[in-house]
């Protein structure tokens, strides 16, 4: 079922304001059902109300695993939920993903993100796959509520180790996408090669250029990139998929 589609600053004027109205009881009826059979599922979930992002409900799997009630989870406001108990450079990645699914507004639509929790009694962080949709709506037809399934994966180490090495390849895209921008097509070629271990003579026997030219493109490509190591030409080379 799709609805009304509405513009950023309307999903951001939700977020800004605060209503004193409780919600209503179709409302709780809902969050009621979900928490009726949420023991049974093999994952923590997550009510949002969308009027101040502050958590209305959470599975008592979560609830124990973040050692706090509901009703204390309940009453802090949404910064300090997310400053406790995320890694903020996560958010770099998932915040764009639910402000486009809530910009969007379509009941059938769901943003998946990687998220890193912190546990009682834990200082490390805790790996977790999330999923996020719109669960209710208010009066105008504007996200209301949203559901959050969050699934563990630190058991996966592989999983866990993936997830953490694109949330950091992201992140340095994003920082250096302007760098990069300044590669010249046949740059990004000998950058390829480069860290692929090729020596300008291959490389310019490769790429129909000459040794000395290579050398030329070697140097920009360092300039530009303000590096001196080919470690630091890998992170780029993995950040911009010229590897795998």
């Excluded at 973040?66 to 309940?74: K, R």
């Amino acid at each position: 079922m799709t609805g009304n589609s509405f513009t950023l600053q309307e999903i951001v004027e939700i977020q800004m304001t605060v209503s004193t109205d409780t919600l209503k009881k179709e409302h709780t009826d809902l969050i009621n059902s979900i928490a009726a059979v949420s023991k049974h599922l093999p994952a923590v979930v997550i009510i949002h109300d969308l009027r101040d992002w502050s958590v209305v409900w959470m599975s008592e799997r979560g609830l124990q695993q973040l050692g706090v009630t509901l009703e204390e989870i309940t009453k802090i406001t949404s910064d300090d939920y997310y400053a406790r108990h995320f890694n903020q450079e996560d958010a770099k990645d998932y915040v764009p993903k639910i402000m486009e699914l809530l910009q969007t507004n379509n009941d059938d639509n769901i943003c998946t993100y990687f998220q890193q929790v912190r546990f009682k009694n834990n200082p490390d962080w805790q790996w977790h796959m999330s999923g996020t949709k719109i669960l209710a709506k208010n009066e105008d037809a504007k996200p209301l509520l949203t559901i959050t399934i969050a699934l563990p994966i630190d058991a996966m180490h592989h999983m866990s180790a993936k997830a953490s090495r694109l949330l950091d390849e992201k992140n340095f895209l994003v920082k250096h996408y302007k760098d990069y921008a300044k590669l010249g097509k046949r740059e990004s070629d000998v950058l390829k090669l480069l860290v692929l271990g090729k020596n300008s003579t291959q490389i310019g026997e490769e790429l129909f250029i000459s040794a000395t030219t290579v050398d030329t493109h070697r140097r920009n490509i360092k300039r530009k990139l303000k590096v001196g190591s080919l470690y630091e030409l890998l992170k780029y080379a993995h950040a911009f998929d010229l590897i795998p």
